[in-house]
C-alpha cells in the first residue's frame, strides 16, 4: 500500500460455532457494528466464518448451505456506514435430473468471501486453491473459484484471497498486484501447530516482497473438536513487516491505519506459553461448544493427569472440575498423596473410590474361564477398565465430560489401555509428547506464586502402577529416545532406515515402529485431542488398520 | 470388439493386502502364470493391486512408492510369453530444495497401470479423474495424469482407463474410442454397497453403446477394514451385453475370447445373499489380514448376536469361534437358552460368566460418590461395561478378537453403550440396519437344513434386558418407523422438513435427528465396521462432533 492511500481496516478475529449459523451471524453483526464504532471503514471476517470450519460434511447439506446463504442476505442488509467481507459457503446451482453416474459431480458450494456494503452483497469471491493434504478436505467440498478480484474501499484498491491462495506464489494474489492492488487481504481458517504463526509471517513476508503490497490477514480463533485457531492476525506493510499483530487465542478487534501504517503490535507468546494456551483453548471451547459445565478427571499422581488437570483448571476454572482418585493395592502411598495435593491445589472436588472390591470381583468371575486367572496383560488392563468404568458411571450420573490423560508418547506406541485410562470425551494431550509434557508443567509451576504441581511429581520416575514395581522403563525406551524416534517417524514420515542411519539403535526404532504400527486399532477409537505438532494423530495421519507395511 | 478380432482375455479377480508389497507380487505373478497357462494373450489386474487399496497415508511415505516400483521392476522381468497390466502407484520425483511454502506441492505418486511385456515396462496409464467424494480420497494422494492410451495386443486396440475414469462421460474413453479403440479396459477398486454390481453393469453398458467399444471390468475382491471389495468383474461387448461375469465376494480368473464372445457368465446373488457375502468376506478378511485366529462373540440370545455369530461361523468356521454368555439378574431365562442354543447350533465353544458379582463390587464403591447410588442410564451402562471388561479380559488373555455386535440403527442414535457392547475390535453389521438384520438372519435360517437361529429369538420383542421389563420400543420408534427416517436422514441426506414433507410424524423424526446428531462422539470412538450401504458411518459419513446444526 503506497503510504497516501490511507484506509482504517478492522481485523475481526472472532470465534464462531460450527453449524450454528444464526448464532454466527448475530456475533459477525455485532462486530461489524463495534468495527464502524471504531471508525473502520472495511472489516475483515475469517475464512468461512458464517458455517463455521471445518464443518465437514454439513457443506454436502444443501439445506444447510441454503440456511448459511440466508443468514447472510440478513446481515447484507445491516451493513450499512461500513463494507465488510464475510466468509461463507456460497451454494453452487443443482444439477437437475441428470444421472448420477452420467455427468460430472460438481461440488455443491464454493469457499466464498462476500462483499457486503449499501446493504448489498455487491461481489462474492471464491477461493481457487483448495488444500486437500494434511488435516484439510476441501477438494470434497469446494468447486475452486477462478477469477481474481480487486475491490476499491475509500482510496485504496484492495486484493482478494482466502487462505491457501497465498501459500503458494503466483495467482490469485500476483494477478491481483498486477492489476493495482496496494494491499491484498488474506481472511483465512489457519489451524495451529507449533512454529505456526512465525511459518506464517514468514511466507507473508516473502508474498509482500515478491509482489510489492501489503498485506492483512485474518484468522479464526477457537476450538473445533481435533483442531485450535490460534488468532495471531497481522497486517504486514510491502517490505514484509508486521505493522499490527493480534494476540493468540482470544477473540481481538485488530484496527489498523494503513497509511499511517500502524496499529497496535501484540508480542507473541514464547514457545511454552504458546502450547499451553492452545490446549486451554482447545479444552475449553470443546466443553463450551458442546454444552458441557464440568469435567472429571482422574488424577493419579503421575505427570500427564497433573499437566490435564492444570488445563482443565486454567481452561474452566478449578471449581468446574471434579479430581477423582481411585487408588488400587498397586498405587504407591506417595503417588496418592500428591494426586489428592494437586486437586487441593486447584480448588477442585475431589472424590475417592477404591478398586480393590471390584478386582476381586473379576478375578472371581473369570476364574473359570481363563487358566489361572486374569494375569499379567489381562490383569493390568482390567484395573485400567475398573477406573474407565467409574469416570463413566460419574459422567452417566451427572453428565460431566471426562477427560483422558494420555499423551502423545503413549498413544504412539499403545501403551495406554482402550476402554480403561482411554475412557473418555476428550483427550487434552493426546498430540503432547511426553518429554513435552515435563516442560509445560514446569513452566506452568514457573508462573504460579506456588508450585501447583508437587516437584516429586516431576521427578518420580514414571510408572502406571497396574503391578508391583512397575516403571514405564520396564516397557519403553527412555522418553528422550523414545519421543526422538517417534518425531521421526510420526512427524517426519521417515523410514526405519533413515532413523538407523541418523545413529539411533537399529533394534529399538524396531520396536518402536512395531508398536507404532500395532496400534493404530486403538487410535481409531481414541477420543478427539488437540493438535498442537504438524502432525497429529486423527485426522492429519490416516493410515489403516489391515496394513502389512512395516516402517 | 469388431468380431474378427480375437483376444483371449484373463481378467485377474484378486485379493491383496494393504502394504503387503512383497506378498501382493508374489500373488500377481502366480496369477501371470495362471493366466499364461490358459493361453490367455493379456491378464488385466485390479488397480493399485500391487499396493493395495486403500492404502491412505502410505502413499505419502516415499520408500513405500519405491518398495512398490522396485516390487513393480522385479515383476516385470518374469513377464514373458503374456502381457500383463498391473495396477502400480507410480512415484513421482520430489520437488528438491525448495522451501514448501514457496512451490506448488503436487503429490508423490500416481495411480497407475503398467503394461510389462516381454520382461519390461513398457507403458504407463496414468488415472486422470480422481475421486475425492464419500469414501474415496485420492486427491489427498495422486497427481492426476492427462494422456489417453490405446495399446496393442495380439490384432486389438485396446484404451486403457482405471476405475473413476469411466464413471462420467468424456475422455479419456471417449478420446480412446475415437483413436481406434475396440476394447477399453478398466481395471477398479470399487468397493461394494448394495446395488453397486447392478449400477456398474448400468453404467459400462452406457459407455460402450456411447463409444462404440467393448469393455472389460477388473475388480479387486476382499476386505479392508470398512471397505470390501466385491469382485463381480466382467466383459460387455460393444452393445452393451455382459459376455463373461465373474463371481462376487472370491477370487476368480476369468478368461473371455473376446471376437469368439464369450466366457463363463456367473449368476449374480440375490439381494440378502449378496449383502450376507459382503459381511462374511469383510470379517474373514479383517481377521484374517490382521492375523487373529480366532474371534469373540457375546452371544445374548438377541437377534443382531445371532446374526453375528452367523457370519463369523459362516466365515471362519464355528470352532474358530467363543460364545460368550454373560447373564445378569435382568437376563429372561428364554433368551439365555436361545443364546446357548445359537453358541451350541453353530459349533462353537461356549463360556458363561455371570456378572451379578460385578454389579455388586461397583454398586458398593460408588455409593458414596453418587446420590443413591448409580441407578437409571449409569447402571445400565455399568452392566454393558462390565460385560465389555470381560470380554476384554479373555481377548487380552489369548489373542483373540472381540465381534461387537451393534447395528446401524442402535449406532445411528446411539442406543449403545460406549465401552460396553461397543467395545471390540470389529462392528460386524454396524452399517446393517435393524430391519435387515432380521431379514438376513431369516434368509441364513432359509438356506439352512434346519434353522440355526432359534424362531424365538426373531419373534421375541427387542430388549436389551439392562432393566426389568425392559423393551427398545420404550426409548425408540418400532424399527420399520425408525430406518425409514434414518436411510432418509444418514443417506439421503434430506433435512428435517423434507422428511415430514414426505410424511414422518415431525416429532418422531424430531426426537430421531437429535439422538443421531447427539452420537457423533460415540460413533467416533466405535470399532471399524463393514460398509454395506452408499453412505455408512465412518469414512463415508464425516461429520464434526462440535457441531450446533440440528437437521
Not at 512454529?195 to 509482500?208: I, T, V
Not at 458442546?290 to 488445563?311: H, K, P
Not at 493404530?520 to 493410515?543: N, S, V
Request: glycine residues 10%; aromatic residues 8%; contains cysteine.
Amino acid at each position: 500500500m503506497t503510504a497516501q492511500t490511507s484506509l482504517r481496516l478492522a481485523l475481526a478475529q472472532v470465534n464462531p460455532t460450527v453449524g450454528a449459523v444464526a448464532e454466527n451471524a448475530a456475533l459477525i453483526s455485532d462486530w461489524i457494528t463495534r468495527a464502524r464504532e471504531e471508525g473502520a471503514q472495511l472489516v475483515l471476517f475469517p475464512e468461512l466464518c458464517l458455517p463455521g470450519y471445518p464443518a465437514e460434511d454439513l457443506y454436502l447439506k444443501r439445506h444447510f448451505l441454503q440456511a448459511n446463504a440466508d443468514a447472510l442476505s440478513e446481515l447484507a442488509a445491516a451493513a450499512e456506514g461500513i463494507a465488510a467481507l464475510v466468509g461463507f459457503a456460497e451454494p453452487r446451482p443443482s444439477p437437475a435430473g441428470v444421472h448420477p453416474f452420467d455427468a460430472p459431480t460438481p461440488r455443491a458450494a464454493h469457499n466464498a468471501l462476500a462483499l457486503l456494503r449499501d446493504g448489498q452483497v455487491e461481489h462474492v469471491y471464491r477461493k481457487q486453491r483448495l488444500p486437500n493434504y494434511a488435516v484439510f478436505d476441501e477438494q470434497r467440498y469446494f468447486e475452486p473459484g477462478n477469477e481474481p478480484s480487486v475491490i476499491g474501499i475509500a482510496e485504496a484498491r484492495i486484493g482478494l484471497t482466502i487462505c491457501e491462495d497465498v501459500w503458494e506464489p503466483g495467482p490469485p494474489a500476483s494477478i491481483e498486484a498486477e492489476w493495482g492492488a496496494d494491499l491484498i487481504l488474506c481472511p483465512s481458517a489457519s489451524p495451529y501447530y507449533r512454529g505456526k504463526r512465525a511459518d506464517r509471517e514468514a511466507m507473508f513476508a516473502r508474498r509482500a516482497r515478491e509482489y510489492g503490497t501489503a498485506f492483512a490477514f485474518c484468522n479464526l480463533v477457537g476450538g473445533q473438536d481435533e483442531l485450535v485457531f490460534d488468532g495471531a492476525s497481522f497486517a504486514m506493510d510491502r517490505s514484509g513487516e508486521v505493522v499490527a499483530r493480534a494476540g493468540q487465542f482470544d477473540e481481538e478487534l485488530l484496527v489498523v491505519d494503513f497509511g499511517a501504517g500502524s496499529g497496535p503490535v501484540a508480542e507473541p507468546f514464547g514457545e511454552l506459553e504458546e502450547v499451553y494456551g492452545a490446549l486451554v483453548l482447545g479444552l475449553r471451547d470443546y466443553v463450551r461448544k458442546n454444552g458441557f459445565d464440568r469435567v472429571l478427571v482422574a488424577v493419579s499422581g503421575g505427570i500427564d493427569s497433573a499437566l490435564v488437570a492444570l488445563v482443565a483448571a486454567d481452561a474452566l476454572g478449578g471449581e468446574s472440575m471434579t479430581g477423582v482418585v481411585m487408588p488400587s493395592p498397586h498405587s504407591g502411598a506417595a503417588t496418592q498423596d500428591d494426586a489428592r495435593q494437586i486437586v487441593r491445589n486447584l480448588g477442585a472436588d475431589l472424590v475417592e473410590i477404591p478398586i480393590e472390591a471390584a478386582m476381586g470381583a473379576y478375578d472371581a468371575a473369570l476364574d473359570g474361564s481363563i487358566d489361572g486367572g486374569a494375569t499379567g496383560l489381562a490383569a493390568e488392563n482390567l484395573q485400567a477398565r475398573i477406573r474407565g468404568n467409574l469416570m463413566m458411571a460419574l459422567s452417566n450420573a451427572h453428565g460431566w465430560l471426562v477427560l483422558t490423560t494420555g499423551n502423545k508418547s503413549e498413544m504412539s506406541v499403545g501403551y495406554a489401555t482402550l476402554y480403561g485410562d482411554m475412557a473418555g470425551g476428550f483427550a487434552v494431550i493426546k498430540d503432547v509428547p511426553k518429554t513435552l509434557v515435563y516442560e509445560l508443567v514446569r513452566h506452568r509451576n514457573s508462573v504460579s506464586p506456588t508450585p501447583l504441581v508437587p516437584p516429586s511429581v516431576i521427578e518420580r520416575p514414571p510408572s502406571a502402577e497396574l503391578r508391583p514395581d512397575q516403571l514405564d522403563s520396564d516397557s519403553l525406551p527412555s522418553y528422550d529416545v523414545l519421543d526422538q524416534i517417534l518425531a521421526a517417524y510420526v512427524e517426519g514420515d521417515q523410514s526405519r532406515d533413515e532413523i538407523v542411519a541418523a545413529g539411533a539403535d537399529p533394534a529399538v526404532v524396531d520396536e518402536v515402529l512395531r508398536m507404532v504400527d500395532r496400534s493404530e486399532y486403538k487410535r481409531r477409537q481414541a477420543p478427539p485431542g488437540i493438535r498442537i505438532t504438524a502432525r497429529a494423530f486423527g485426522r492429519d495421519r490416516r493410515l489403516p488398520i489391515t496394513n502389512r507395511f512395516g516402517g
